[in-house]
């Protein structure tokens, strides 16, 4: 399958610990976005990462890092987690050419306690 | 700064109705239109886009308008059948490279038997 897949696809964490997301993008595209959806709200972006480098950033506190590697794929790490941190977190890969053909993952349930 | 609201955020109509969302932005930038259909637990899948330098497209019952002078586009949907039931978003990206998708707030589209 040469789609988005995200990792895990379901995780329950205790406040104040942190977790670390992962995202392999689509085949041939070489940019990672990832969002957050709240739930019953549309998704919201957080940042961009283009050649192993955040190229933009969504209005989201320094807790919220992420990370690309050579291969393209791409991790979001959250620290110091919070209730409200509890979301859908979506992954969209795409050509950072190119301002259309984004193809997001399927998503990780987040839910912190 | 960029934003894009969108109405209603619930709306049901009667099988073989037709559904009208609407939705305005803000970023004068923007000069690409993408809209996503949701279901339940799964991820945002595009179902039509529309750019800048087009008034409106059609793909069998789902139709896209842009009026970029207003900074209003809307989705329409014939024959509505009771797999339409979802969430749709809007959503707007301003030109250039890989930009961040700007989401609306979502329309919970319920089709009555």
């Known amino acids: 399958d040469a789609g988005v897949t995200q990792s895990p696809t379901h995780l329950i964490k205790t406040r104040g610990q942190q977790v670390t997301l992962r995202c392999s993008p689509k085949?041939?595209?070489?940019?990672v976005s990832w969002y957050q959806q709240a739930l019953g709200q549309g998704p919201q972006f957080i940042f961009q990462?283009?050649?192993?480098?955040?190229?933009q950033r969504g209005n989201f506190p320094d807790r919220f890092s992420g990370h690309q590697f050579p291969n393209y794929s791409s991790e979001l790490n959250v620290n110091a987690l919070l209730l409200g941190d509890s979301a859908l977190y979506l992954c969209?890969?795409?050509?950072?050419?190119?301002?259309?053909?984004?193809?997001f993952g399927s998503g990780t349930r987040l839910t912190v306690v | 700064g960029e934003n894009v609201e969108q109405h209603p955020s619930t709306l049901s109509v009667q099988e073989g109705d037709s559904a009208v969302i609407k939705c305005t932005y803000s970023?004068?930038?923007?000069?690409?239109f993408p809209w996503y259909k949701q279901e339940l637990g799964k991820r945002p899948q595009l179902i039509i886009d529309?750019?800048?330098?087009?008034g409106e497209k059609k793909d069998q019952r789902i139709a896209v308008t842009l009026n970029k002078t207003a900074k209003h586009f809307s989705l329409h949907i014939t024959e509505t059948q009771p797999e339409d039931s979802a969430v749709y978003f809007c959503?707007?990206?301003?030109?250039?490279?890989?930009?961040?998708?700007?989401f609306g707030s979502g329309t919970r589209l319920s089709i009555r038997p």
């Open positions: 085949s041939g595209h070489d940019t």
């Open positions: 529309i750019r800048s330098n087009v």
């Open positions: 969209a890969s795409s050509f950072y050419r190119v301002h259309y053909g984004y193809t």
């Open positions: 990462y283009y050649e192993e480098e955040e190229r």
């Open positions: 959503a707007a990206i301003p030109g250039g490279s890989a930009s961040k998708i700007i």
């Open positions: 970023d004068s930038a923007s000069n690409y």
